[in-house]
């Protein structure tokens, strides 16, 4: 459990980053966020269930790894 809650924390972190630099961004980055925004938020609700449910888990880790990827693209571009 401690690996996820790691893990949602350094996600919650680059994105708290990226929110940043965004305004300054393209259009194209912005839509791209909005995207990942709706992703997070289903994130979030899965990593709490998750403690309940471990059958999540392999679910979870896929939209995080997805998440993480987005991110890093979009942080790059900035």
Not at 46 to 69: F, M, R
């Amino acid at each position: 459990m401690a690996n996820a809650e790691k893990w949602a924390e350094d996600l919650k972190q680059l994105r708290d980053e990226i929110r940043l630099k965004l305004h300054l961004a393209s259009k194209d980055l912005q839509d791209e966020w909005d995207e990942l925004e709706d992703k997070w938020n289903r994130f979030e609700a899965e990593a709490n269930l998750s403690q309940s449910a471990e059958d999540i888990g392999e679910a979870l880790s896929k939209v995080g790894e997805e998440l993480t990827n987005a991110y890093k693209r979009i942080r790059d571009a900035l």
